[in-house]
């Protein structure tokens, strides 16, 4: 294939060499001459591992060159990949000039050209980026989205310093985009590379490289925060760190990574409590795990936000205990989310078949007889009866079965699902918490 990438930084050069060395032709674009002539004389514009051989031996090849002419790149080739820059704005936005500035280059392009032309978006940009750029085409070239020319999404994960193996070996493709045909030609560019592909919505692409880098820059502050409090006990963090990694079934895995409700229950919140107070004991501030808490108590206040937008006051609860499959009602954000409607003046009817009042006992009991005092009043093992009862339903456990009842769904003012259960989601008056 023949393709040009735009901005010869860290990524652009790395794809250049490395498309190159791949069997493509490839032609490096930059605002920046000394770039340009750096690898019109087979060097690279970074310093990279590896990159300096790559660079060479594909110059020598033939099959890399660079211009300063957006024009002369796009009509020489069917497919241009966006690495230009996109440094933050003071107020901490993306700084989409180059992004957009590079749009109007392409599209003034595209009007000479006749044949389609496939544009990659490579920079991180932020969701929506994708729209805009395929609208500024637009503009400059006077020709349409997907008749003329496709933007696709493709963001890049490679790091510095390990640039060019991560681009042989990433986990996953991401390929956002609206066009079949744009989507493969892209797909084609990886098919060597041993990750699979996974084609997305255009913004599920523009997000995941924020979530990615986010949670990255998270598991390094974890990580920094528990060695704080390991050195202030004379503990080695690293050892705790290595056992820590060692779990790769309930922290180094997909486990607790489904976006919905807040935690509770007699552990995390207490045992989160108890090493924050040691780390206050020893002078310590450990500004990420004190917050963990007030972003689930936000979790909450949503829940109940929503649930207080709607008109009835007469409120369905499927799920009580804190997760599904127990009775233990110990701090679980159901029983403060019902505590709370009560005070508001709510109606309520529970649905729990794990929790049996005459069973209760120990500090589940006197945990309840303190926040929901009248629970056996509230609770009923009949799923209908509880269904009969609200125009609103919270679906809190996902192992509620609901199937014969969707008709009931269907009339309510409104189904609230924290868990994202698939049955009631194409229901007219179905919401989830954050989907
Ligand atoms: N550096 C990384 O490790 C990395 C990894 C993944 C993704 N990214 C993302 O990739 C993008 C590029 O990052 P980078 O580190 O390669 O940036 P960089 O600053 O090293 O390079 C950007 C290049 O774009 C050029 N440029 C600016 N406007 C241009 C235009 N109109 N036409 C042609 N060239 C133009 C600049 O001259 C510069 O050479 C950013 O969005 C970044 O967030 C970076």
Known sequence: MRISIFGLGY????????LAKNGHHVIGVDVNQQKVDLINQGLPTIVEYEIDEIIAAEFKNGKI????????????????????????TPQGHLNLAYIYKTAEQIGIAIKEKDEFHTVVIRSTVMPGTNEKLGEIIEQYSGKKRNMAFSVVSNPEFLREGTAVKDYYNPSITVIGGDNEFAMEQVAELYKDLPAPIEKVDIKVAEMIKYVNNSFHALKITFANEVGNIAKSLGID????????CKDTHLNISPNYFKSGFAYGGSCLPKDLGGLITIAKDNYLDIPMLSNINDSNEYQKKLAFD??????SKKITFLGLAFKE??????????????????GKGYELCIYDPNVHISKLIGTNKSYIDEHLPHLSKLITDDLEVALQFGDIVLINHRNVNLEKFINYLGEKEAIIDLVRIKIASNLANYQGLCW
Do not use: W
């Open 306 to 311: 929503l649930i207080t937008t709607k008109k």
């Open 237 to 244: 963090s690293h050892k705790v760190m290595e056992l820590f």
């Open 325 to 342: 499959g127990t009775d233990d009602l110990r701090y679980s954000p159901f029983v403060d989310v019902a505590e709370k409607l009560l």
């Open 65 to 88: 060159k660079a211009t300063t002419s957006a024009k002369e790149a796009i009509l020489d080739t069917s497919i241009s990949i966006i690495c230009v820059g996109t440094p933050s």
């Open 11 to 18: 990524v652009g050069c790395v794809s250049l060499g490395c």
